[in-house]
Every structure is written in C-alpha cells, then in structure tokens.
C-alpha cells in the first residue's frame, strides 16, 4: 500500500497561483498512474488530472486545461500540480490518488483510484 500526503494547498485571491505536491511513501508507485481530484462542500469527488507512469501522457478536466500543468518525480515520489490563474471555482480540497490496474491508463472515476491522502485545502477568493 502506498501512503500519500497532499500539500501546499492555501488561501489565495484569484489569478494567483499555487503549487501543489503529493508526496508517497511505503510501496512506490512508479509504474502506475496517478491522479489529482477536487471536492468542493456539498459536492462529490471531481476529477482534476492524470499522468500516467512515465509522466509522459497526461490528461485535464476542460476546467482546469490551459491553466493547470500536472507533473511527477518518480525518483523522488512525488507528484505536483501546478495551478495558475486560479478561480473561485477552484475553491475545494485536492486528494491525489493511485490509479488502480486496469481499464485504460487513466479515469475521471474517482472509484478507479486509491490510497488517496487526505487532500489540501486550496481557497479561492474572489
């Protein structure tokens, strides 16, 4: 089991930016893809990113594309999302998450990832 840990979340005003990490420890996770999702209060889990393995293939939920860029060190376990011209709407606790085998590299099904961390506030004021 991999142990993830999410930081750098913060309270920001809009158009800043932020940079967020999720750091693993336990079995490493460099063969499998990763993911980054959002939930807001009152809403569910919702897909923000993935990267695959290698860092090479990446995804983005329309939202965020263009203005967040997801990466990964799998030298040190760890992977980022950089977060630009930030929105209210961006308002909600980021998890990172181990995209589990099988399926296609990637999801936007929160259920198709696992050891998710307990995520980073990230506050977005307007």
């Known amino acids: 089991q991999v142990q993830l840990v999410e930081s750098g979340g913060g309270l920001v005003q809009a158009g800043d930016s932020l940079r967020l990490s999720c750091a693993a420890s336990g079995r490493t996770f460099g063969r499998s893809a990763m993911g980054w999702f959002r939930q807001a209060p009152g809403k569910e889990r919702e897909f923000v990113s993935a990267?695959?393995?290698?860092?090479?293939?990446?995804y983005y939920a329309e939202s965020v594309k263009g203005r967040f860029t997801i990466s990964r060190d799998n030298a040190k376990n760890m992977m980022y999302l950089q977060m630009n011209s930030l929105e209210p709407e961006d308002t909600a606790v980021y998890h990172c998450g181990v995209k589990r085998s099988g399926g296609g590299w990637y999801s936007t099904f929160p259920s198709e990832y696992g050891d998710w961390g307990q995520g980073t506030q990230v506050t977005v004021s307007s």
């Open positions: 990267i695959s393995w290698s860092g090479g293939p990446t």
